[in-house]
C-alpha cells in the first residue's frame, strides 16, 4: 500500500468532516436567530424555545470542530493553505457559537416580553431581522464554498446591516421616558436590540475569518 496516498485520503477525509461539522454549525446558528426572532415577532414561545433548546447541539458542534482541527493539526502537519483554513474553521466555530448564545438571549428576553402589554415599537425589529436573515443566508453560502470574491462583496453591506442594528438598539435605549409603566419591558427590548447587533457584528468577523481561511489560494 502506497503509505502517502493513504496518509492523504486520511487527511482528506479529516478536512471533510471538519468542513461538515462546521457547516451544520454555520445553519444551526442561522436558524437559531430564525426561531428566536419568530418568537418574538409573532409572540409565540414555541420557536422561542426551540432556539433555546437547540443551543446545546451548537455547543456540541463546536466541540466538534475543535476536536476535528485539533486532530488534522496534531496528526497531519498540513501545509500553509489548509492551515489557514483549519484555524480559519475553528475560529469560525468559536463565532458561530457565540451568535448562538446571543440568539438565546433573543429568545429568551422574547418569552418575556410576550407575558407583558405589547409594546409596539417591538415591530421595528422586523425590517432590521430581514435583511440580517438576508446576510446571513449569504455569509453561510459563501463560506460553503470559501467564495472569496462572494465574502469580500458581502463587507459594504455587513457594514451597512451593523450600523442599522446600532441605530435600532439606540431607538430602543429612549423609550423609557414613554414607558415609565412598562419599564422592563423596555429593557427587554434594549437586550434584543443589543444582541441583534452583536449577531451582525458576528457576520463581520465570519466572513473576515473566512477570507483569511481562503488566502493567497484564490489571489
Given at each position: 500500500m502506497?503509505h502517502?496516498?493513504?496518509t492523504?485520503r486520511e487527511?482528506?477525509?479529516?478536512l471533510t468532516s471538519?468542513?461538515?461539522?462546521?457547516l451544520?454549525m454555520?445553519?444551526?446558528?442561522?436558524?437559531?436567530l430564525?426561531l428566536?426572532?419568530?418568537?418574538?415577532?409573532?409572540?409565540?414561545?414555541?420557536?422561542a424555545?426551540q432556539a433555546?433548546?437547540?443551543?446545546e447541539?451548537?455547543?456540541e458542534?463546536e466541540?466538534?470542530v475543535?476536536?476535528e482541527?485539533?486532530?488534522l493539526?496534531a496528526f497531519f502537519?498540513?501545509v500553509?493553505?489548509d492551515?489557514?483554513?483549519?484555524?480559519?474553521?475553528?475560529r469560525l466555530s468559536a463565532?458561530?457559537?457565540r451568535?448562538?448564545?446571543?440568539?438565546v438571549?433573543?429568545a429568551k428576553?422574547?418569552?418575556?416580553?410576550?407575558?407583558?402589554?405589547?409594546?409596539?415599537?417591538a415591530g421595528?425589529?422586523?425590517?432590521?431581522?430581514?435583511e440580517?436573515?438576508?446576510?446571513f443566508?449569504?455569509v453561510?453560502?459563501?463560506?460553503?464554498?470559501?467564495d472569496a470574491?462572494a465574502l469580500?462583496s458581502l463587507?459594504p453591506?455587513l457594514a451597512?446591516l451593523?450600523?442599522?442594528?446600532?441605530?435600532?438598539?439606540e431607538?430602543?435605549?429612549?423609550?423609557?421616558?414613554h414607558?415609565?409603566?412598562?419599564?422592563?419591558?423596555v429593557?427587554?427590548l434594549i437586550?434584543?436590540?443589543r444582541?441583534l447587533?452583536?449577531?451582525a457584528?458576528?457576520?463581520?468577523k465570519v466572513?473576515a475569518?473566512?477570507?483569511?481561511g481562503?488566502?493567497?489560494r484564490?489571489?
Amino acid at each position: 500500500m502506497n503509505h502517502d496516498a493513504h496518509t492523504l485520503r486520511e487527511f482528506d477525509a479529516a478536512l471533510t468532516s471538519l468542513n461538515t461539522y462546521l457547516l451544520q454549525m454555520a445553519y444551526k446558528a442561522q436558524s437559531a436567530l430564525d426561531l428566536a426572532v419568530a418568537g418574538l415577532l409573532q409572540q409565540d414561545e414555541d420557536p422561542a424555545n426551540q432556539a433555546i433548546a437547540d443551543d446545546e447541539e451548537l455547543d456540541e458542534l463546536e466541540m466538534a470542530v475543535d476536536r476535528e482541527g485539533m486532530h488534522l493539526l496534531a496528526f497531519f502537519s498540513p501545509v500553509a493553505s489548509d492551515l489557514r483554513v483549519v484555524l480559519a474553521s475553528i475560529r469560525l466555530s468559536a463565532i458561530y457559537e457565540r451568535m448562538g448564545d446571543e440568539s438565546v438571549t433573543i429568545a429568551k428576553r422574547a418569552n418575556k416580553l410576550n407575558k407583558r402589554p405589547r409594546l409596539r415599537e417591538a415591530g421595528l425589529v422586523e425590517p432590521v431581522y430581514r435583511e440580517l436573515a438576508e446576510q446571513f443566508r449569504a455569509v453561510n453560502k459563501a463560506v460553503s464554498s470559501w467564495d472569496a470574491p462572494a465574502l469580500a462583496s458581502l463587507a459594504p453591506g455587513l457594514a451597512s446591516l451593523a450600523e442599522k442594528t446600532g441605530t435600532l438598539t439606540e431607538t430602543f435605549a429612549r423609550l423609557p421616558e414613554h414607558y415609565r409603566d412598562n419599564l422592563a419591558s423596555v429593557a427587554d427590548l434594549i437586550f434584543i436590540g443589543r444582541s441583534l447587533e452583536r449577531v451582525a457584528e458576528g457576520l463581520q468577523k465570519v466572513a473576515a475569518e473566512a477570507l483569511y481561511g481562503v488566502g493567497p489560494r484564490q489571489s
